[in-house]
């Protein structure tokens, strides 16, 4: 598969330099302060190496893990676990989402399974083959207003200079249980990189070891999980292993771009959003470290 020229001649349009000045000077969206969270949930031991989560109501957030194939409803008030459904047999799961009593769940391979009645004693698992091109994908988000589902690549999705810096994003349409087949976001890491710089955010350099030499760096975005906000349909996107909040609206145009506190968000994989638009972020355990959801109140409502 071959990116279109016309989707990457659409974003370099949409994210150019027009755009430098608002992004530096904008503040975060919707008021989140990623330095102080309103609330922060320590998950129980069976969650250590949770990937992602979605919002269901106050008292049920679903969850998968990247080694077992169980949906865990979790209540955050309580902090238990108060139910399991197993969906499938072990293997690296990383993204979720929930589209009314369904729950859509991928795996890193591309597979996406469909767990129909969800909460159901016996709900029913239809596995498609979404034929993602990339070997790793860990980013899955309902998009309620276009009735499809976002599937992001964590790696580049081929061989070959056009793929070298950019991150895909496909669409899994939700009324024919099939993919499209060019992807619907086309992202351009050196212009992202560009733009971030422009915003203050810290670019590392590399080291070219034959020369000694330092260079500028691109900033290899890896997303490792995303959501549509239900205020703005804005695009939000997680890139845990350079600790980036990254936004996009459904233009493709880079809405803002934060970066995350590793004492705070020690391996961010998960995002959901509540109703009313308060951000839900998590991080898988570590060695000396639980794994917890962290929730930012939105200050716009």
Known sequence: MRISTRFAAVLIALIGSACFTSLASAGN???????????????PESLREMSALTYVNPEALVCVEDERGILY???PAANVITTQTTFGAEGDYEGL????????????????????????????VILHETAVPAKNNEGLCYDKARNRLLIAAK????????????????????KTRSMREEPVFVFDLQEITELARKAGVEVPEKK????????????????????VHPATEELYLLSGSNHLLVVFTMDGMLRY????????????EGITFTEDGD???????????????????????
């Open 155 to 174: 790696s580049k999705s081929g061989k070959g200079s056009e793929f070298k810096d950019t991150r895909l994003v496909y669409e899994f349409d939700l």
């Open 97 to 124: 989402a929930r589209v009314d009593e369904t729950m859509y769940v991928l795996r890193s391979d591309g597979q996406l399974f469909e767990v129909m009645g969800y909460s159901s004693e016996a709900p029913e």
């Open 208 to 227: 070219n070891k034959k020369k000694g030499e330092a260079s500028a760096a691109v900033i290899q975005l890896r997303p490792s999980g995303i959501a």
């Open 29 to 43: 969206p919707h008021g989140y302060d990623l330095a102080s969270p309103d609330a922060i949930y320590t998950l």
């Open 257 to 268: 771009i934060e970066e995350m506190d590793p004492d705070i968000f020690n391996k961010p």
């Open 279 to 301: 951000m839900l972020i998590s991080n898988e355990g570590e060695t000396n470290k639980s794994a917890t959801i962290l929730r930012f109140n939105s200050k716009a409502r």
């Open 73 to 75: 409803t979790y209540n």
